[in-house]
């Protein structure tokens, strides 16, 4: 027994420990990320600033990385084609007072460790400067509006999407698609309550962890996303606890069984979400007011907000969404989920994104 115990023991540790690494790495491959970001904006800038000032043409670009390539040998990422997008990128970035000042910092540093370098970056639109260079490049080529490349940006980091899953997401237009809401928040709860549960919930989720490449039953779909629920979570969002699972609830001798089962701390409500294989249909709406109706009368606590219901299916129209919520008076929100699955995800790609570059 002693003996199963210590090995038990020896796994916990040999756990945290790999994840110490793990986390260590991440965080050396941001750092190192954010820096080799903040370098090709200041070469950008530089390059901008003289063509102001000297009239420069285009043709500075091939003769400066012919020279660089001479005096540093070693030196990669600094081709004809990337100093191009570097000039792009401080145009594009130019009114970046966070960038600047992170630029600043890098200048002074005097080969001393600069701690404060991610943290300054990551204001840079919170994002920009985390992301792989390929990202960016992306980003600049593909989406013209800031708003909406701010948010593709923001979901690169939260789900850890590679290039190409994003340029999958920009070509479906994913962005568009999140500007239409499908709930009735708005309606059903006080206003900051509703601001709140509007930034909360999506329109539509990725669920690819679940690697289901063919048509499954509403069973097995709740059945994969019980066993890997902290995927879930995060696909979620933050501030979401799991509570079950098939939770039931009884009420004048009938029973009813809510799909799944979330607390959101933030909050304070239930948060009740119902499976659906296919399309979305009005009645599914009339069941979740039921259920919420339900919660709030025997689950609620005495000092938490009204329970939430999510109806998450294959497909969604707004306009039938519409219709069918427009007269319940319980907070509802109908989103779509993805099963595509994405080749890589962003930790192992920041790694490979900077080795990359290393070569152009």
Known sequence: ??????????QSLLGEVKKAIQQARLRTALAVNTEMI????????????????????????????????LEF??????????????LRFALEYSEEPILQQSVSKLQNADNQENTNL???????????????????????????????????????????????????????????????KSHNFEQTLPAVHSDYANEVFKDSYNLSFLGIS??????????????????????????????????????????????MLFFHRGLQSLVAI?????????????????????????????????????ILCADKDHLDVEIALQDINKPIGVAEYQLLIPKDRLQSLLIEEIKRSEHD
Do not use: C
């Open 118 to 180: 991610p943290q300054a970056a990551a204001n840079l639109q919170q994002l920009v400067a985390k992301l792989p260079w390929g990202h960016n490049i992306l980003l600049m080529e593909k989406v013209k509006d800031k708003n909406a490349r701010f948010w593709y940006a923001q979901q690169t980091i939260e789900k850890g999407w590679s290039r190409d899953w994003l340029l999958n997401a920009i070509k479906m237009d994913s962005f568009s698609q999140t500007q239409i």
């Open 214 to 259: 063919e048509q499954v039953k509403e069973t097995e779909l709740e059945k994969r996303l019980v066993e890997k629920i902290k995927s879930f979570i995060l696909e979620l969002g933050k501030g979401f606890s799991f509570i079950g699972n098939q939770y039931r609830l009884e009420y004048n001798n009938k029973e009813y069984f809510v799909d």
């Open 73 to 86: 040998a070693d030196l990669k990422g600094f081709s004809e084609r990337n100093l191009g997008y570097m």
């Open 38 to 69: 903040l370098l090709y904006w200041q070469t950008g800038k530089m390059i901008a600033e003289r063509q102001q000032q000297e009239g420069w043409a285009a043709k500075v670009i091939p003769r400066l990385a012919s020279d660089l390539k």
């Open 274 to 310: 119902e499976l659906k294989i296919g399309s979305f249909k009005a009645e599914y709406v009339g069941k979740m007011n039921l259920y919420l109706s339900l919660l709030d009368k025997l689950e609620k606590g005495e000092n938490e907000n009204q329970s939430i219901g999510i």
């Open 1 to 10: 027994m002693s003996n199963e115990l210590e090995h038990i023991n020896y």
